[in-house]
């Protein structure tokens, strides 16, 4: 059983930062390739930023330089920083876990097997 759990969504001013956190429990030890995925309303769910269990990492064009993706395999948390907010950033942030996947399919949300409930980012 795994289960995500995110944290730290809020409202913030365009230009403000807010820290995302996606902590995963498992019963089982198991390595994941972790990412950020947001959901606009009426809009489908897209990549935001991924890092694999090797430590590369992706990011969508629209985040890049602005948003930083990390992870924190002991205390088996993923990070998302960002800075520099838009309005355009408002959506609902899920954290994403796939026990396997290939380079080319980062973006692809039907290669994450395991997703957390999410949490709202508001920039207004």
């Known amino acids: 059983h795994v289960q995500l759990v995110e944290s730290g969504g809020g409202s913030v001013q365009p230009g403000g930062s807010l820290t995302l956190s996606c902590k995963v429990s498992s019963t089982t030890k198991l390595t994941f390739c972790m990412g950020w995925f947001r959901q606009a309303p009426a809009k489908e769910r897209k990549a935001v930023a991924v890092i694999d269990m090797d430590g590369k990492i992706n990011y969508a064009d629209s985040v890049k330089e602005r948003f930083t993706v990390s992870r924190d395999d002991e205390q088996a948390t993923l990070y998302l920083q960002m800075d520099s907010l838009k309005p355009d950033d408002t959506a609902m942030y899920y954290c994403?876990?796939?026990?396997?996947?290939?380079?080319?399919?980062?973006?692809?949300?039907?290669?994450?097997?395991?997703w957390g409930q999410g949490t709202q980012v508001t920039v207004s």
């Open positions: 994403a876990a796939s026990i396997s996947i290939l380079e080319g399919d980062w973006a692809e949300a039907a290669r994450y097997q395991y």
